[in-house]
């Protein structure tokens, strides 16, 4: 793997990279150590220079470089590179992003689980110099546009991890029968013991539960550490949305349905994680001039997707509906890999809530509670002075900078299939608006506004 050996090369690239390719250059001679067979008797090694001046062949140290400083994702000359941490593998910020939207999760190349990915300053010099050597190397302009539109350089961001993190794997630990959940032991350390424990295989198999039996009695799986879980435990929690249960002792803060308003939405702890999200880009049915505008509106403002998630949940409850269409609209179904408990009532009062559940009520209610939003009137002249459609979100022509603002989502569905089709509509039914579903944002349709 290129990127492997340099790993060797942190430590010095991560010194002030200078002109002098110190660091590169012991790459250079370790690499042809590696591909020339050299102190074969009888043969003259082709770079053995040991008293002269040393002769740098500046094609291979080019070459050489180039594969080394090759993207583990596009296996290309990596471009505004940044490095995961910890296992120190480095891609195109671009790259990194593109993986995030598709839904990938640790890191691209050996898919360890990873918390950070910070721009990989230090080898920017050294591509930058690489590039002056060699500038047929570097992408063409479009090329390079395409990757800005992705990853501009210089933030930092989290790739996710996989939704339902594994506890960490027992090598003893049988798969034929259920695992005994943290309450199960009537010595535990939790202060509440299983009216009906489950045996622990590795010292009861006689009375261990066979998994192939379903959930032991009492017992649910966790929906975030998938662990067995003790139903009535005081530690377990329920998500009065997709009714899974938490086990609330394995991952702090993860393994928990917390009251409505103290919840915080999957994967969404700030403005750059929104920034990264198709969801949001979805939301707004792709119109990303408006995305745009609202995430530079949050970003000046300091607005937290969680703040914007509690505002959201307010709104609904002051709703005659309440948060009961999300439900009908099955929103809260099938998020996680365990099964969920029964719904006591469709009626009954929502008061608890997982992480994964609260992300689908903030993506859900993004896009309303941004046209409220905005209707404060905080927003610049020129932003104000866009109009709403009529044809709201079914308007072909949403990007359009001057007069283009989405519009509030109809009422009823009901209206919007049966309204008369008008002129614009035909338009677009005879031209489909195929920018619309573009998955890049602008090159920033903000800037054009300020
Ligand atoms: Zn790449
Ligand atoms: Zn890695
Ligand atoms: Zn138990
Ligand atoms: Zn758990
Ligand atoms: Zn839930
Ligand atoms: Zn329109």
Not at 19 to 38: I, L
Not at 201 to 227: F, I, K, S, Y
Not at 333 to 339: E, L, Q, T
Request: glycine share 6%.
């Amino acid at each position: 793997m290129a990127h492997d050996s340099l790993h060797h090369q942190q430590t010095l690239l991560k010194r002030p990279a200078s002109p002098s390719f110190e660091g590169m250059e012991e790459s250079s001679r370790k690499r042809q150590k590696e591909h020339v067979p050299d102190e074969v008797p009888g043969q003259e090694p082709s770079a053995n220079v040991v008293d002269q001046e040393p002769v740098i062949d500046g094609g291979a140290l080019v070459n050489g470089l180039a594969e080394e400083l090759q993207c583990g994702c596009c296996a290309a000359l990596v471009y505004r590179p940044v490095i995961v941490s910890p296992c120190q593998h480095f891609f195109c910020g671009s790259c990194c992003v593109q993986w995030i939207r598709n839904g990938g999760t640790n890191c691209p190349s050996c898919r360890g689980v990873s918390n950070i990915v910070t721009p990989f300053r230090a080898l920017q010099p050294i591509l930058d110099t690489l590039l002056l050597a060699a500038p047929h190397m570097s992408r063409t302009e479009r090329e390079r546009a395409q990757a800005d539109e992705l990853y501009k350089g210089g933030s930092s961001m989290r790739l996710p991890s996989p939704r339902s993190a594994s506890p960490e794997p027992n090598i003893n630990q049988s798969t034929e029968y259920a695992r005994p959940c943290p309450h199960c032991s009537p010595d535990n350390a939790f202060g509440w013991s299983c009216p009906i424990p489950v045996s622990d295989p590795n010292t009861d198999v006689e009375h261990a539960w066979p998994v192939e039996d379903g959930l032991p009695p009492g017992h649910q799986h966790c929906g975030n550490c998938e662990n067995l879980t003790a139903v009535q435990a005081p530690s377990t929690t329920k998500c009065d949305f997709c009714q899974v249960y938490f086990c609330g002792i394995e991952v702090q803060g993860r393994c928990v349905a917390a009251p409505l308003s103290t919840q915080s939405p999957h994967g969404m702890s700030d403005v750059g994680d929104l920034i990264q999200s198709a969801d949001v880009y979805d939301c707004f049915d792709g119109n990303t001039v408006e995305v745009e505008i609202m995430l530079d509106y949050l970003t000046a403002q300091g607005i937290t997707p969680r703040h914007i998630y509690r505002e959201i949940v307010t709104h609904l409850q002051s709703q005659p509906g309440g948060f009961r269409p999300l439900i009908d609209l099955e929103l809260f179904v099938d998020n996680h890999n365990v099964s969920p408990g029964v719904d006591p009532d469709p009626n009954a009062p929502r008061n608890r809530i997982c992480r994964l559940c609260a992300s689908e009520i903030l993506l859900w209610g993004l896009r309303d509670w941004w046209v409220r939003e905005r209707q404060k009137g905080f927003l610049e002249e020129d932003v104000m002075a866009r109009k709403d459609c009529a044809e709201g979100q079914a308007c072909p022509r949403q990007k359009d900078l001057d007069n283009h603002m989405i519009a509030p989502r109809p009422t009823d569905a009901a209206n919007v299939s049966e309204a008369p089709p008008t002129n614009e509509t035909d338009e677009a039914s005879a031209q489909p608006p195929a920018n619309i579903l573009t998955p890049l944002p602008p090159i920033s349709g903000l800037l054009q506004h300020l």
